[in-house]
C-alpha cells in the first residue's frame, strides 16, 4: 500500500522512473490477460465450497455415454429417454412419442390427478374461510371442474383421433 501512497502523492516522479515504468507496463499486460482476475479467485471458493467436480463425474466420458452407462435423463419424473442429440432417429412412428416427451405435455391421468389435488385442496381452504373467501374459492373450484370437463373432452377427442388413426 505504501508505493499507491507514494504515486498518489508524486504521480510525476513515480512515473519518471524508468524501473516503475517498466514494471507498471509489465502488470498491466498481465491484467489485460485476465489471469490475475478476482473472477478466478471467487471461481476456485465457489467450487470448493459447492463441492463442483469435473463433469465426467456427472455425466461420464464420451465413451461412457456412447455405450449408454450415463443415459440422458429428463428432470421431470416419469418422462425418461434415453437418446442422443438427435432424437429423430430410427423408426418414424416414434417420432411423435419423442417429441411429445420433450415437449412437456402431461399424460390425461397426470392432468385429472393435479386438477383433483387442487380441487380438495382449495376445498380444504374454503372450510375455515370468510363467505367473501369461501366465494373466491368456490370460483376456483368451478374452474377446475369445467377444466376437468374440458379435459375429458379432449381425452375423447384424442381417443377417436387415434382409433380413426388406427383404422
Known amino acids: 500500500i505504501s508505493w499507491q501512497l507514494v504515486a498518489s502523492a508524486f504521480p510525476i516522479a513515480f512515473l519518471s522512473n524508468p524501473f516503475v515504468f517498466v514494471m507498471l507496463n509489465i502488470v498491466l499486460a498481465i491484467e489485460a490477460t485476465g489471469i490475475c482476475a478476482a473472477s478466478w479467485f471467487f471461481g476456485t471458493i465457489h467450487k470448493k465450497v459447492a463441492g463442483f467436480q469435473l463433469d465426467e463425474v456427472y455425466v461420464g466420458t464420451a465413451e461412457e ?53 387442487n380441487i380438495a385442496d382449495l376445498e380444504a381452504m374454503s372450510a375455515g374461510a370468510s ?37
Open 65 to 117: 455415454r456412447a455405450a449408454g452407462k450415463y443415459p440422458d435423463r429428463s428432470i421431470h419424473p416419469g418422462r425418461d429417454f434415453t437418446m442422443g442429440t438427435n432424437v429423430l432417429v430410427g423408426n418414424p412412428a416414434t417420432w411423435e412419442e419423442a417429441i411429445d416427451n420433450l415437449s412437456g405435455k402431461e399424460s390425461f391421468a397426470t392432468k385429472r390427478e393435479r386438477m383433483e389435488k
Open 131 to 167: 363467505p367473501a373467501e369461501q366465494q373466491i374459492y368456490q370460483n376456483a373450484i368451478d374452474m377446475e371442474n369445467q377444466g376437468l370437463r374440458d379435459l375429458e373432452i379432449e381425452e375423447e377427442a384424442a381417443k377417436a383421433a387415434k382409433a380413426e388413426e388406427m383404422a
